[in-house]
């Protein structure tokens, strides 16, 4: 138990000692300090890579439930050939219909897309977004780790163990290849210089977040909240790190190769998706809400943590509840918007526990610690052997079981943290496993490609197989993708036929397609069965490509004679029909 709880005697301070030539003691007390650290973060970042290596390459295909990764990464070798060619920023012409339109078009991702380009140098590209990917989520982790170990809280790895168990959605959504993981380094950097109170240097860390991911907005909220915190403990106003924030983000948002474009997108995504009631368009399930059930057992840790944390904050030291008052307030907001839309899931959780953790450690460190912490460690070294010389025998017996207590309580927390992040993680590589596999639908687009001309209108009829599409054929133009809120905001007369369309309810959908999306050719998966009768049905459309995947259709000319039912069909139909039992008078 003794490497989960780190160095008894320097776990109290908040600051580690001073390295002094003159003083032996000290220099021996901060080389062991050090080397506690050093060994808690190395065992920390080869069990976080451990488990999102595992759960990243349980499936061959870029990770997870959508096909995201795939735009992500195309999208990040585009950016490099036009480096190298000198065009910088290419035009992105995918989605003309959209507010994604060549003239419109902002990446809110930038930076992460940067990031990611060493990862397409790859000759397997999926290989290296996978790779990126892994990297990018240990890191996120690592970071809250970091703080754990930086400010020497007691039971490090207990305080990682309940970070990887916190939440099954974390895991899963850490290990898809978007900007998320990202976003939580850039944050935790950010909580470090509040808690430092190096204010200027949120000016370029803000500027870099709000170049990475429009989620930015969290380090203005944490820098606000820690304007707040210090009023309360010191009162006094702090202005200088919403100020300095202010500034950082202002000229994330000018010097931006897509300046004044993204200012125009971030309004745009923030009256969309932060309305109270029902979108208009459905979205995807991330901007939906869990069920309260769900909510709980998904996320069993992460909710223990805020109770733990509610219960263990006191509130009556100003200067020492600080941290703790910063954490309960940001990640109570976190918590909420979290119960509001599932997207959250991947910040909510790992504060949570640090949460916990600040809140806890003043009752961790006990209150000889609390007098360690407030004198020099040079006058502790010499106080040391006479500490416990003059107690009594039954004092000395009765704070040697409280120990044995505590040690017995953390391991049983130690065991169920292990046992939860198991089954966690299993939980996870088997949902993460059942990603369809990396080749979906490169047969249809290889198709496409071989007897499409270049540069035509495809009707998509679903927005989330846009990145697959863009990603095996770019050349190629579609009618919605990424987030159907884009089509709707920049047409919402084709949205709602674009929906009506692809949902069946439009018996006649081929003069529409052609007249009003300007597409001959068609792309559906095999799931829009609706869809698809309709079409044939309709005698507007041809079959000109099926596997298991994906069906492609071409509008013809004039409108004719339904296609002929397959032979296939024919005889299954039959079949069905010689099974069912004869009515009966």
């Not at 904050?313 to 200067?319: C, I, N, P, T, V």
């Not at 993460?432 to 009829?461: C, L, Q």
């Not at 069905?576 to 009966?584: D, I, L, M, R, S």
């Amino acid at each position: 138990m003794e490497n989960i709880e780190g160095s008894n005697v320097e776990v109290g301070r908040a600051e580690a000692p001073e390295v002094s030539e003159a003083s032996g003691s000290e220099s021996t007390g901060a080389a062991s300090w050090v080397e506690s650290r050093v060994v808690n973060y190395l065992v920390g970042a080869a069990v976080v890579g451990f488990v999102f290596w595992w759960l990243q390459f349980s499936t061959a295909s870029i990770c997870c439930g959508d096909f995201d990764g795939y735009y992500h990464v195309k999208w990040s070798r585009m950016l490099w050939e036009s480096i190298r060619a000198g065009n910088f920023p290419p035009l992105f012409t995918q989605l003309p219909l959209t507010t994604l339109n060549a003239r419109d078009y902002v990446d809110h991702h930038f930076l992460f897309h940067v990031l990611q380009i060493p990862f397409t140098w790859f000759r397997d590209p999926v290989l290296g977004a996978k790779i990126g990917t892994t990297l990018f989520a240990s890191l996120a982790v690592l970071s809250c780790y970091w703080l754990v170990v930086r400010y020497r809280l007691r039971y490090p790895l207990l305080w990682l163990l309940a970070l990887l168990a916190s939440s099954a959605p974390f895991l899963y959504r850490m290990n898809m290849a978007k900007a998320m993981s990202v976003s939580i380094v850039l944050m935790v950097a950010g909580i470090y210089l509040l808690f430092e109170r190096k204010y200027a240097w949120l000016a370029p860390l803000a500027f870099l977040f709000a170049l990475a991911y429009d989620m930015f907005a969290l380090l203005c909220l944490a820098a606000v909240v820690w304007s707040v915190v210090v009023f309360w403990s010191e009162r006094r106003i702090e202005w200088q790190p919403v100020v300095w924030t202010a500034v950082g983000s202002l000229a994330g948002f000018i010097i931006n190769p897509y300046f004044p474009r993204n200012i125009r997108l971030f309004v745009e995504h923030l009256l969309m998706k932060m309305t109270k009631d029902d979108f208009p368009v459905k979205v995807g399930g991330e901007w939906y809400p869990y069920e309260s059930w769900e909510f709980l057992m998904n996320a069993f840790v992460a909710c223990v943590a805020m109770v733990v944390g509610y219960i263990a904050f006191r509130g009556d030291d100003r200067k020492t509840d600080a941290r703790p008052l910063f954490f309960l307030i940001f990640t109570t907001v976190l918590l909420i918007a979290n119960a509001r839309w599932k997207r959250f899931s991947e910040y909510w959780p790992p504060f949570a526990v640090l949460f916990a953790a600040f809140s806890l450690q003043p009752v961790l460190s006990g209150a000889r610690r609390a007098v360690a912490s407030r004198l020099p460690s040079s006058v502790m070294d010499e106080l040391e052997p006479f500490l416990d010389r003059h107690e009594r025998p039954e004092t000395v017996e009765r704070r040697e079981r409280a120990r044995w207590k505590e040690l017995a309580f953390v391991f049983v927390v130690f065991a169920y943290l292990t046992a939860q992040l198991v089954g966690n993680v299993r939980h996870e590589v088997l949902e993460i496993a059942n990603s369809a596999p990396p080749e979906h639908y490169r047969a249809a687009t290889d198709w496409i490609r071989s007897n499409v001309p270049k540069g035509e209108m495809i009707f998509n009829t679903d927005w989330d197989d846009f990145p697959r599409l863009f990603y095996f054929a770019p050349e190629y133009t579609y009618v919605s993708g990424l987030d159907p809120t884009y089509l709707h905001d920049k047409n919402p007369e084709l949205s709602e036929l674009f929906q009506k369309i692809t949902t069946g309810e439009e018996n006649n959908p081929g003069p529409i397609i052609r007249d009003r999306f300007g597409s001959r050719y068609v792309f559906t998966d095999n799931e829009h069965e609706s869809f698809y009768n309709n079409a044939l049905d309709s005698g507007w459309f041809d079959e000109v490509y099926a596997d298991d995947e994906a069906t492609v259709l071409r509008i013809r000319d004039a409108k004719g004679a339904p296609p002929p039912i397959p032979e296939e069909e024919m005889n299954e139909e039959e079949d069905q029909n010689a099974q069912e039992p004869e009515p009966t008078n």
